[in-house]
T-cell receptor
């Protein structure tokens, strides 16, 4: 099956620093990737939709200047948490979309997640 | 907007069947999914069902969809301790690319 990787898997940083998280589709090209955030014991909440070669689309309430998304190629999207604060501590999960599967459906494959802890 | 709800916790004994329920509000949902998340890990797609189906079976997993009541269930037969995890249902409609997730059901399997 399709594989999506994330790097790093875990990061601890000081308040005020910026953290970059990479999401890669390893064996397929993804024109669309999604970034989700999951707080402890809660569900995944969509943050933004990342489209290759264009600006990301952010969900309501997500600050685009704080969560910078760059989808530079068909296999890589990055999320940069700028000036991170303790309330940004969360589990960040990306997914990559494959289109044109059997039955006309598309499907998302999820990365393993990145746990960010801001001290 | 779309809303997906699940019960938070289910405990079963090893060997029993587990049934995890989900309700959704979006009548234009096209695909409905079940994902499994183990502690500290990402999401693993277990199965999905298209909205024009009412049942799908895949080995130990059976998905039932009642479109009229907007109710989705996942039955796991012969539940094993390795099935202990959080199970998320998710829905997507044709006009929206991203998934809307339920709150997740924590399944605990007692030996």
């Amino acid at each position: 099956g399709a594989v999506v990787s994330q790097h790093p898997s875990r990061v601890i940083c000081k308040s005020g620093t910026s953290v970059k998280i990479e999401c890669r589709s390893l064996d397929f090209q993804a024109t669309t990737m999604f970034w989700y955030r999951q707080f402890p014991k809660q569900s995944l909440m969509l943050m933004a939709t990342s489209n290759e070669g264009s600006k990301a689309t952010y969900e309501q309430g997500v600050e685009k200047d704080k969560f910078l998304i760059n989808h530079a190629s068909l296999t890589l999207s990055t999320l940069t948490v700028t000036s991170a604060h303790p309330e940004d501590s969360s589990f960040y999960i990306c997914s990559a979309r494959i289109r044109g599967l059997a039955g006309g459906r598309d499907e998302q494959f999820f990365g393993p997640g990145t746990r960010l802890t801001v001290l | 907007g779309e809303d997906v709800e699940q019960s938070l916790f289910l405990s079963v004994r090893e060997g029993d069947s587990s049934v995890i329920n989900c309700t959704y509000t979006d009548s234009s949902s096209t695909y409905l999914y079940w994902y499994k998340q183990e502690p500290g890990a990402g999401l693993q797609l277990l199965t999905y069902i298209f909205s024009n189906m009412d049942m799908k079976q895949d080995q130990r997993l059976t998905v039932l969809l009642n479109k009229k009541d907007k109710h989705l269930s996942l039955r796991i037969a012969d539940t094993q301790t390795g099935d202990s995890a959080i199970y998320f249902c998710a829905e997507r409609d044709m006009g929206r690319r991203a998934l809307t997730f339920g709150s997740g059901t924590r399944l605990q399997v007692q030996p």
